[in-house]
């Protein structure tokens, strides 16, 4: 068989930058992890009649997209669900609390002409594109007047993916409106709940792609939690143990963590260990084997080799972007070797290409020493000239250098990525070379 022919319908089957967004996705992909939030937070909603505001935070790639779509999934039957994705809609390089706002209240308008949420709802929503009006309006480079309601919403759209104009973010009057946007939004759902007899459940994915300066002023605003119904927004995991978010984190009813599945087991007092963890590494195998076994087993079943499929789960750290990654990597490498199956040696090369990607620092080195004896954060500090003082654990969790991890308890640990422990190795023994 043509080796291309071979493993394109295997490679096509790695996609690390796609999540599971679809039920059919869902069904024939996803692995259950030990202790999902979104199962808990499931549980949570029967019981909650207060408007709850929720934060799920994880490293990039670390799967949150999907589980918030299963969360999609499994609250469709009792609530109308908006999905809102910050990722698509908004500049990724300017953004800040005012454009979240403007495009949650761009997303109700929408879904409210769209949908058969209200059977009266032209002043409402007539109101509120009045509001998203008085905002847009004070970026000069934007010309809204006399466009009709699609024409006007699709401004307002091609406005965000722009990013308001600093004229705006820093308007004095600027605070006010968009209070009057949360106004005329709740308006909507209070309306809509009563008619309907359905909650609203709003989902705000995306937002765990920045970094923490812009995380933090963001989620800083309390006008991410005046809203009148259920919501959740995924953030980034240095911005959830960032000492500075710890006050206005009290905003949120609950930040939920979504963990790695852990490659290596940690000890009673949560310090890591050498030994593998095994459930863990079972999730992370079954994560690739699904995958493979959409295809015909009579020619794919063996397509990993057992030991390269072990080397390949333990270097993701259990981040399942970084894993899906891997996997696709290998095929690659396999077939320009002319291979018909991953073995040890192509997952090897496969993991050094993945290597490439992180850059350590010297300063890093003793902060990675102390941690993986500890499995704890500190908040030791560097200061280099292009960005002045900051935490170093941060830029290690924003860089996925340090990776968390949680115990049976839903304990956090941390610990240093497998991929780049031999980095720590060397530097080590580089360390003890020159003790006297």
């Not at 505001?53 to 609530?79: F, M, P, S």
């Not at 939690?225 to 995991?237: A, G, K, R, V």
């Not at 009813?253 to 963890?277: A, G, H, M, R, Y």
């Not at 095929?331 to 090369?349: G, H, N, R, T, W």
Request: charged share 25%; aromatic share 8%.
């Amino acid at each position: 068989m043509n080796p291309t022919n071979f493993w394109r319908p295997a490679y096509q089957l790695f996609k690390p930058e796609e999540a599971l967004s679809t039920p059919e996705d869902l069904q024939n992909f996803y692995v259950p992890r030990d202790n999902s939030p979104v199962d808990k937070l499931v549980s949570l909603l029967d019981i909650e009649d207060d408007p709850a505001k929720i934060l799920l935070a994880g490293h990039r790639g670390g799967g949150k997209t999907t589980e918030l779509r299963r969360l999609e999934q499994k609250l469709a039957h009792k609530y109308a669900v908006v999905w809102i994705n910050t990722q698509t809609a908004l500049d990724r390089y300017n953004i800040g609390y005012a454009e979240v706002v403007v495009l949650i209240g761009l997303q109700i308008a929408e879904q409210a002409i769209k949908s058969n949420w209200l059977f009266k709802k032209e002043k409402l929503v007539a109101a509120l594109l009045d509001s998203l009006k008085s905002v847009v309006y004070q970026d000069k480079g934007s010309q809204v007047a006399g466009l009709g309601t699609p024409e006007f919403i699709e401004k307002v759209g091609l406005t965000l993916k722009r990013g308001l104009t600093t004229e705006v973010n820093k308007s004095l009057n600027v605070r006010p409106l968009l209070s009057e946007i949360i106004t005329k939004v709740n308006e909507i759902i209070l309306e809509a709940e009563k008619q309907t007899q359905q909650k609203l459940f709003i989902i705000v994915d995306g937002l765990d792609r920045h970094d923490l300066s812009t995380a933090l002023e963001m989620f800083s605003s309390p006008l991410l939690t005046e809203l009148n119904c259920h919501i959740i927004y995924s953030i980034p995991i240095v911005l959830r143990y960032s000492p500075n978010f710890r006050q206005p984190m009290e905003s949120f009813q609950k930040c939920l963590d979504l963990s790695n599945p852990p490659v290596f087991e940690c000890d009673t007092n949560l310090c890591p260990t050498n030994i593998p963890n095994a459930s863990g590494r079972k999730i992370l195998r079954n994560v690739i084997n699904k995958r493979i076994q959409q295809l015909d087993q009579s020619k794919y079943k063996d397509l990993f080799n057992p030991d390269a499929l072990e080397l390949i789960c333990e270097k993701s750290g259990g981040v399942m972007r970084d894993l899906i990654r891997l996997a696709r990597t290998a095929c690659e490498i396999a077939l320009q070797k002319d291979l018909f199956s991953v073995d040890l040696e192509v997952a090897q090369v496969a993991v050094q290409d993945e290597h490439r990607g992180y850059n350590l620092k010297d300063y890093h080195y003793p902060i990675l020493q102390s941690l993986h004896l500890t499995g704890k954060l500190v908040t030791t500090t560097h200061s280099l000239p292009s960005i002045g003082e900051f935490i170093i654990c941060d830029e290690l969790l924003q860089n996925k250098i340090v990776l968390g991890y949680s115990n049976s308890k839903q304990d956090a640990w941390f610990d240093i990525n497998p991929i780049v422990m031999e980095d720590l190795s060397r530097w080590q023994n580089a360390q003890n070379s020159v003790k006297p």
